[in-house]
């Protein structure tokens, strides 16, 4: 279990971009006692509610909190998992539809820890962490997203 480490931001603010993505990854190339990685990506959908579409999700959160709770995630996943890298970034802001609103990237000596290493992860990010969804129509009206 990492203690000593300080606490990572977490929030990006809008959509999080392949670019950032690809540059998470590509910085560890060079741990070579990594065996296996998995992502997971969370993308805006274009729901249909009650005949109009989501163009966008406005992210909110309380900070501090919303900090501190993935802070507990990454050291309660650290303490059941056998990990080398976690990191969790998630969207503040704006993020239309089609854009990634959430970036979960694991590595582990084997792979068969990242598939359930990962799993916890986002489980544990949507039933603990104070973040908020505004679900935006294209008429402008809105609605609170429910986690599910």
């Known amino acids: 279990m990492i203690a000593d ?3 990572k931001a977490s929030f990006v603010q809008g959509a999080i971009s392949s670019e950032f993505i690809g540059n998470s990854i590509a910085k560890h190339q060079s741990k070579t006692t990594i065996g296996a990685h998995n992502i997971f990506l969370g993308q805006v959908r274009a729901d ?12 909110s959160a309380y900070e501090e909190m919303a900090e501190q709770s993935f802070y507990e995630i990454r050291e309660a996943a650290f303490a059941k998992y056998e990990l080398s890298c976690l990191h969790i970034y998630h969207s503040l802001g704006l993020v239309k539809t089609g854009e990634i609103c959430l970036f979960v990237f ?5 792979r068969k820890v ?5 799993e916890f992860l986002v489980e544990e990010i949507k039933e ?6 505004k679900e935006i129509f294209e008429d ?3 609605i609170w997203k429910k986690n599910t």
């Open 5 to 7: 480490k300080p606490k």
């Open 48 to 59: 249909e509610i009650d005949g109009k579409n989501i163009v966008a999700i406005e992210y």
């Open 106 to 110: 694991v590595s582990a000596p084997r």
């Open 114 to 118: 990242t598939y359930e290493a990962l």
């Open 128 to 133: 603990k962490v104070p973040i908020f969804g």
């Open 140 to 142: 402008k009206s809105y």
